[in-house]
């Protein structure tokens, strides 16, 4: 039984794609058939992060038209066999697509994968609508920010009136040096507003700026944040993770500073 | 500020809970700022009826209340109306 997920988030620029590109990664590295489908048209940029930006040929929307076949569009992880990306269309419209023509597409690859990850645009618009239409269940991301939690629960509420069967919580970019101050909202706090489920907690972590510039997803590399990935990538598949405490990896260096500070 | 307000002092953290804790309750209600302003308006011209008020300084937003029927809270209306002067009787009509 394969299972559609879309990863969405309201607001832009809370990392939505690189939370797709990491749990994409994840569950192929746990040996899952997975396919990332980046359903922002007109930006995107899934495709860049993964490092796959030079293998475009056909996309989402040649897809769609008929212009090619499925398979033709799909790309190749560079590392993992069964890691596949369906780029979006650089120079169209959202309109170029409609919500039952991508559930007829996710209906085709269930066929074939196990997870089928839906990267959604930032926005309640006509992507948005694109994206949650085939969808089995929600990832919404969000930062420990007053205007993108506010967002996120407008889309938690619109979910739910799409009937979303199950929806669960990813707190992205936690600074515990500023949770620790009082100066930013914990994730319990977080929890507590949305009244979502929550199945991830990822610190803001400078490791995901170099792995992006790099186009190399670090989900299971040492970082905390990569350990935070691969934890989120097992309770999707149903396993029971203990949360990482996040402060505990503290370098002796920013401990020392700490000290100093006070 | 007195000497308690320095120990008391909300760090950041907190007023972005709890500003939001509010802004969502309305925004769940989906309640417009419009509506808000008209059922304001329509308060002052019931309670004017009866007492003098003071209409600038009326603050009227949605909040949460704890319910009785179901151990929980739901969204309440609030609004504080100042009263400038009581003597102005209700009128037997």
């Given at each position: 039984?394969s299972e559609?997920i879309?990863?969405?988030?309201?607001?832009?620029?809370?990392?939505?794609?690189?939370?797709?590109?990491?749990?994409?990664?994840?569950l192929?590295?746990?040996?899952k058939?997975v396919?990332?489908?980046?359903?922002?048209?007109?930006?995107?940029?899934?495709?860049?992060?993964?490092?796959?930006?030079?293998?475009?040929?056909?996309?989402?929307?040649?897809?769609?038209?008929?212009?090619?076949?499925?398979?033709?569009?799909?790309?190749?992880?560079?590392?993992?066999?069964?890691?596949?990306?369906?780029?979006?269309?650089?120079?169209?419209?959202?309109?170029?697509?409609?919500?039952?023509?991508?559930?007829?597409?996710?209906?085709?690859?269930?066929?074939?994968f196990d997870y089928i990850l839906?990267?959604?645009?930032?926005?309640?618009?006509?992507?948005?609508?694109?994206?949650?239409?085939?969808?089995?269940?929600?990832?919404?991301?969000?930062?420990?920010?007053?205007?993108?939690?506010?967002?996120?629960?407008?889309?938690?509420?619109?979910?739910?009136?799409?009937?979303?069967?199950?929806?669960?919580?990813?707190?992205?970019?936690?600074?515990?040096?500023?949770?620790?101050?009082?100066?930013?909202?914990?994730?319990?706090?977080?929890?507590?507003?949305?009244?979502?489920?929550?199945?991830?907690?990822?610190?803001?972590?400078?490791?995901?700026?170099?792995?992006?510039?790099?186009?190399?997803?670090?989900?299971?590399?040492?970082?905390?944040?990569?350990?935070?990935?691969?934890?989120?990538?097992?309770?999707?598949?149903?396993?029971?993770?203990?949360?990482?405490?996040?402060?505990?990896?503290?370098?002796?260096?920013?401990?020392?500073?700490?000290?100093?500070?006070? | 500020?007195?000497?308690?307000?320095?120990?008391?002092?909300?760090?950041?953290?907190?007023?972005?809970?709890?500003?939001?804790?509010?802004?969502?309750?309305?925004?769940?209600?989906?309640?417009?700022?419009?509506?808000?302003?008209?059922?304001?308006?329509?308060?002052?011209?019931?309670?004017?009826?009866?007492?003098?008020?003071?209409?600038?300084?009326?603050?009227?937003?949605?909040?949460?209340?704890?319910?009785?029927?179901?151990?929980?809270?739901?969204?309440?209306?609030?609004?504080?109306?100042?009263?400038?002067?009581?003597?102005?009787?209700?009128?037997?009509?």
């Amino acid at each position: 039984m394969s299972e559609v997920i879309v990863i969405t988030s309201g607001k832009g620029g809370v990392g939505k794609t690189t939370t797709t590109a990491n749990v994409g990664t994840g569950l192929a590295q746990l040996n899952k058939k997975v396919v990332m489908i980046d359903t922002d048209i007109g930006l995107r940029n899934l495709d860049v992060v993964m490092g796959l930006e030079n293998r475009i040929v056909y996309n989402l929307v040649d897809v769609i038209e008929g212009k090619c076949r499925l398979k033709q569009a799909l790309i190749k992880d560079k590392k993992y066999q069964d890691l596949c990306l369906l780029p979006s269309a650089q120079t169209r419209d959202k309109d170029a697509v409609t919500p039952e023509q991508m559930v007829e597409l996710i209906n085709e690859l269930r066929e074939e994968f196990d997870y089928i990850l839906l990267d959604c645009p930032a926005g309640i618009e006509q992507g948005f609508k694109n994206a949650i239409a085939g969808a089995d269940r929600a990832l919404v991301v969000t930062t420990p920010e007053v205007s993108a939690i506010r967002d996120a629960d407008r889309i938690v509420g619109l979910l739910e009136a799409n009937e979303m069967k199950r929806i669960d919580l990813v707190v992205n970019r936690l600074r515990m040096d500023m949770v620790k101050r009082g100066d930013m909202m914990n994730v319990n706090d977080v929890c507590d507003i949305l009244a979502v489920n929550l199945i991830g907690a990822v610190p803001d972590d400078e490791q995901i700026v170099v792995s992006t510039n790099q186009g190399e997803p670090l989900v299971g590399s040492n970082c905390l944040a990569g350990q935070a990935y691969a934890n989120i990538c097992r309770r999707i598949m149903g396993e029971e993770v203990p949360f990482l405490n996040l402060e505990e990896k503290q370098g002796v260096f920013s401990k020392l500073k700490e000290m100093f500070k006070k | 500020m007195g000497l308690m307000d320095l120990f008391k002092k909300k760090n950041s953290g907190n007023v972005a809970k709890d500003r939001l804790k509010l802004l969502l309750v309305s925004d769940r209600a989906n309640c417009s700022p419009e509506m808000m302003e008209m059922i304001k308006n329509d308060i002052i011209q019931v309670i004017s009826k009866y007492m003098d008020i003071d209409a600038d300084a009326l603050d009227v937003k949605i909040t949460e209340t704890e319910s009785d029927a179901n151990n929980g809270t739901v969204p309440a209306l609030f609004a504080n109306i100042p009263i400038k002067d009581m003597k102005h009787q209700p009128k037997d009509n």
